[in-house]
Nanobody
Framework: VQLQASGGGLVQAGGSLRLSCAASGDIFSINLMDWYRQAPGKQPELVAGITSGGTTNYVESVKGRFTISRDDAKNTVYLQMNSLKPEDTGVYYC??????????WGQGTLVTVSS
């Protein structure tokens, strides 16, 4: 499985961005897709996840502002981020959990929110 994330950039506080993560390869082995972020000097944290059945979960700090979704026809997972705050700044990674139990990370995309 290969993961290609895109959509990061610089945005002012209160703005919006949509991240995309395109999966290729053995996509049928994926049963969960997550978005993690890593702020400068901090450990990565789970931001949102979506199962193959469409069940979603979010870290408390983004509930009501971020929405994770998937388009199976395009093998793509999205993270719509609204009402962005400076503390949302970080490198965002898409991560695939496979039925074999592996945890595959894509390359990150940088999100910078200015105050």
């Amino acid at each position: 499985v290969q993961l290609q994330a895109s959509g990061g950039g610089l945005v002012q506080a209160g703005g919006s961005l949509r991240l995309s993560c395109a999966a290729s390869g053995d996509i049928f082995s994926i049963n969960l897709m997550d978005w993690y972020r890593q702020a400068p000097g901090k450990q990565p944290e789970l931001v949102a996840g979506i199962t193959s059945g469409g069940t979603t979960n979010y870290v408390e700090s983004v509930k009501g502002r971020f929405t994770i979704s998937r388009d199976d026809a395009k093998n793509t997972v999205y993270l719509q981020m609204n009402s962005l705050k400076p503390e949302d700044t970080g490198v965002y990674y898409c991560v695939a959990d496979t039925v074999a139990g592996t945890h595959l990370w894509g390359q990150g995309t940088l999100v910078t929110v200015s105050s």
